[in-house]
């Protein structure tokens, strides 16, 4: 489950930031200081999103984003906007003063954002790669083809058929698929 971390170099805006989070129910898991204490627990957690502003006791906000462990994102609350050399792509950015209601927003998005499970690609077996690699060398010796032709091939004839890539390379091996 990703969990959010407050970290603002202030105590009071530390506070205030968990209160508005917490009154809005959202559950805040740690607040702190410094990058090294946010460093310390995201190193014991899952993920999460970091809520924080451009300067902590000991290092900017784009340094600490990229010492985060994977799994985490980052909200910056900055004065005036993307703080000086804080050009981060990946980094989200909240102009500050920020209204109650649009930090809740920012922070509800990122974690619907980072909970939605990715599905992993499927990778191909190591026979279906030797079969696809077979066909692959069949079209070049008999096409013509050069191998980005002959995969290119492969591939064209799968989807207009609706097949596997595997399924196709099957056809050309038994000499089901003319080659032209």
Do not use: W
Not at 122 to 147: F, N, Y
Request: aromatic share 2%.
């Amino acid at each position: 489950m990703n969990q959010i971390m407050v970290a603002f170099a202030g105590e009071r805006t530390r506070q205030r930031m968990t209160e508005i989070l917490e009154s809005s129910g959202i559950s805040v898991a740690v607040s702190c200081g410094t990058g090294a204490e946010v460093l310390g627990r995201a190193g014991r957690m899952s993920g999460g999103v970091v809520l924080c502003g451009s300067e902590l006791y000991d290092m900017m906000a784009d340094e600490l984003y990229e010492d985060l462990p994977k799994g985490f994102s980052m909200l910056l609350l900055a004065a005036g906007g993307q703080p000086e050399g804080c050009a981060h792509p990946e980094i989200t950015t909240l102009k500050a003063p920020v209204e109650r209601s649009a930090l809740v927003h920012a922070v509800q998005a990122m974690l619907r954002k980072s909970e939605t499970p990715r599905t992993p690609i499927p990778r191909r077996s190591e026979e279906d790669c030797r079969i696809i690699q077979q066909a692959k060398t069949v079209l070049m010796e008999l096409g013509g083809m050069t191998e980005e032709q002959a995969h290119r091939f492969l591939q064209k004839r799968s989807m207009d058929a609706g097949a596997k890539m595997v399924q196709t390379a099957r056809k050309v091996l038994e000499g089901q698929l003319a080659v032209s």
